[in-house]
């Protein structure tokens, strides 16, 4: 079982000058999940090495079990300083791909064109492709082999409008996902703010925010298994 985990190189809040990048959480809880069932799992960016860190993912009450656990584990640390090149990925080495949110991604990997490859490659082999909170935005420009948005008629999550609303972002991000998601015909839900909700339509697993991350997690173990 191989798992590939994208992560962003954006590292900029948009004009704000203050700092984004992943989200601890949202990477540190799924790397255990996979780890722990026995996975292989290969971590890439688009600009390989240290991915940025969302600075606000390491305050004291954005902290789990797992993100405590990767501050205790120097193996893991070496392989995120160390992420390969998302270019130079081979889709058929994988059996699945994850990708953490935080808001970088809505930056680059939501519109960068080997991201937009991979997704499609992946789910046309039948592998299963998920994403959770922001992450579900690199879904925009992703096509059916018959040109239409990968999402539409899907169902499929993300974070909320109510949730960029209460960390006061609407105005900074690039666009919001759960519009994003609704405008290319994705069938969009969301659970009350901040609470786990995850869903699964065929090879696609999306999650809404940080509390749906290891959820996101488990649904892709399961789905491979099956």
């Not at 959480?25 to 999940?33: C, I, K, N, Q, T």
């Not at 990997?109 to 922001?134: F, N, Q, R």
């Not at 499929?156 to 690039?174: K, M, R």
């Amino acid at each position: 079982m191989k798992i590939l985990i994208v992560l962003t190189s954006h590292d900029t809040l948009g004009g704000t000058g203050r700092k984004t990048g992943f989200w601890l959480e949202e990477f540190a809880a799924p790397y255990y999940a996979f780890v722990d069932a026995g996975a292989k799992v290969t971590l890439v960016s688009p600009a390989g090495g240290q991915p940025p860190l969302d600075p606000k993912s390491d305050d004291p009450d954005a902290q789990t079990d797992d993100t405590r656990r990767f501050r205790q584990d120097a193996g893991a640390q070496r392989l995120l300083a160390a992420t390969g090149r998302l270019g130079e990925v081979q889709p058929a080495d994988f059996d699945a791909v994850f990708y953490p949110g935080g808001h970088g991604p809505l930056w680059d990997l939501a519109e960068d064109p080997k991201s937009v490859s991979l997704i499609e490659t992946m789910l046309a082999a039948g592998k299963p492709v998920s994403a959770v909170c922001h992450a579900p935005g690199v879904l925009r420009h992703a096509k059916t082999a018959d040109g239409k948005p990968l999402v539409q008629g899907r169902q499929v999550t993300g974070f909320s409008n109510a949730e960029e609303a209460a960390v006061q972002l609407t105005d900074v991000v690039p666009f919001l996902v759960e519009d994003e998601l609704k405008k290319l015909g994705g069938l969009y839900s969301s659970a009350p703010d901040w609470q786990p909700h995850v869903v699964s339509d065929g090879l696609l697993i999306t999650g809404q925010n940080p509390a749906s991350s290891v959820k996101v997690a488990e649904a892709l173990l399961e789905r491979l298994k099956s």
